[in-house]
């Protein structure tokens, strides 16, 4: 009885249900964004640049499957590697898109669950993206569905 | 155009693509006929609709690897498409696959969807590239999607069974 009043006086965007990310980043198989979304009140370029280093280990993550067993081929690949404010996770397609997600480490009820259902929704906007034939492959992705999937997962800037 | 085996009650009927197709390679050819007869325009013909194809097989690919495990390698792949991809959109597996192992594959289809209902023996062979150009084009854009540039051609001896023939290329 106590804890669920104590969980409904938490902060208003601290839903029981969903994660904030801080920011969101589509990669391109030739690893060049082909979308990158931050919360503006931060500084972008610290994104930018977390999301570049992340590109590596992805990269060994994607290598090292291959040598490994064949039910391991996930395409989620979890937790890339936490830094001291904040946690990495990727994700990459058959079509070696990768999807990277940050989020704030102060935010300790991160789960799993919460983290896979998120790349989820990314890949399936992804996919309805790909199949816009206005949508020219390569190119940045302009799509305002997508924009507003993301803004969804995004944490509101106050 | 199935995700699963069953379709759903809200999706049309296969021979909505099939009349689409076509109508597709009818107005492609009818757009050019008014610029002259001759081998150039004929080709250039075939290169729009395998463009066409192209576009669509890297979203349809993109749709249908979506909840698959990632692939080994290009035998992998290969199997996939024979399979999978080609059962969600021509209902059918492909029914030979044959390999070199150093990159070329032919894939045989002795019903192939888009030619069954032009004939079923030699009559209208010659019209039969036509309406392979846009599968042409389907299959080198799925492979695209998944990492493998290709160079795919069509034949045909018998309606309607076609061969196609993928050479990936190496970089």
């Known amino acids: ?158 | 155009m199935y995700i699963n085996d069953v379709p759903p009650l809200d999706m049309a009927d296969d021979s909505l693509f099939e009349f689409l197709h076509m109508e597709i390679v009818s107005h492609v050819y009818k757009e050019h006929e008014s610029r002259g007869d001759n081998d150039k325009e004929r080709g250039t013909c075939v290169s729009l609709l395998e463009l066409m194809g192209f576009r669509v097989g890297q979203g349809l690919i993109e749709r249908f690897t979506k909840d698959t495990p990632s692939f080994k390698d290009e035998l992998d792949v290969m199997k996939f498409v024979c399979k999978d991809f080609w059962t969600n959109i021509f209902r059918k597996q492909i029914d030979n696959l044959r390999t070199n192992h150093q990159g070329t594959y032919v894939l045989q289809d002795n019903r192939f969807t888009l030619l069954t209902p032009l004939s079923s023996g030699k009559q209208y062979l010659e019209e039969a590239p036509k309406y392979l150009a846009f599968s042409c084009g389907l299959l080198r854009g799925a492979l695209s999607n998944l990492g493998l540039e290709s160079v795919v051609t069509a034949e045909v001896s018998l309606m309607p069974a076609c061969k196609f023939q993928v050479v990936v290329q190496k970089i």
Request: proline share 4%; net charge negative.
């Open chain 1, 1 to 158: 009885m106590t804890c669920l009043c104590f969980l409904c006086v938490s902060r208003d965007y601290d839903e029981l249900s969903s994660i904030m990310a801080v920011c969101i980043a589509v990669i391109a198989k030739e690893n060049y964004p082909l979308y990158i979304r931050s919360v503006p009140t931060q500084n972008e370029l610290k994104f930018h640049y977390t999301v570049h280093t992340s590109l590596d280990v992805v990269e060994e993550k994607i290598s090292s499957v291959g040598k490994a067993l064949a039910d391991q081929r996930e395409l989620y690949l979890g937790l890339l590697y936490p830094t001291e404010d904040y946690k990495v996770y990727g994700y990459v397609t058959n079509s070696k898109v990768k999807f990277v997600i940050v989020v704030d480490s102060s935010n300790t009820s991160l789960r799993d669950n919460e983290i896979r259902s998120m790349f989820r929704k990314l890949h399936n906007s992804f996919t309805d993206v790909m199949c816009n034939p206005f949508y020219i492959p390569g190119d940045p992705i302009q799509s305002k569905a997508f924009d507003s999937m993301v803004s969804a997962m995004m944490v509101q800037a106050c």
